[in-house]
């Protein structure tokens, strides 16, 4: 059974940094791309980073280029996004998802599993 689960969102100041988990289970990181994205109310789901399972390509938003870093570590099966330099706009809820195949895409129907997502607030 495919399983994905965030962690680490939380409230910060605009500026600072926050990094969030996405610990998967029931396949493997090598098999599959990897998918962050987000949604602030009112808005549609976004996507914001992801990472290919065989060149290790990422792609990004343009909105959190030089800002945001997605990583993995096979040994724990786990997805890393390091955001920095975070803004108020950044605000929303953060999914991470499992694409279809191989390679990767911000779009939200290339991917199949989809975590419950982590809350992020970016406020003064």
């Known amino acids: 059974q495919v399983q994905l689960v965030e962690s680490g969102g939380g409230l910060v100041r605009p500026g600072g940094s926050l990094r969030l988990s996405c610990a998967a289970s029931?396949?493997?990181?090598?098999?599959?791309?990897i998918g962050w994205f987000r949604q602030a109310p009112g808005k549609e789901r976004e996507g914001v980073l992801c990472?290919?399972?065989?060149?290790?390509?990422?792609y990004s938003a343009d909105s959190v280029k030089g800002r945001f870093t997605i990583s993995r570590n096979y040994a724990k099966n786990t997805v890393y996004l390091q955001m920095n330099s975070l803004k108020p706009e950044d605000t929303g809820v953060y999914y991470c998802?499992?694409?279809?195949?191989?390679?990767?895409?911000?779009?939200?129907?290339?991917?199949?599993?989809w975590g419950q997502g982590t809350q992020v607030t970016v406020s003064s």
């Open positions: 029931g396949f493997t990181l090598e098999n599959n791309g």
């Open positions: 990472i290919s399972a065989s060149t290790s390509s990422t």
């Open positions: 998802a499992t694409s279809r195949g191989l390679f990767c895409s911000l779009g939200a129907s290339d991917y199949g599993y």
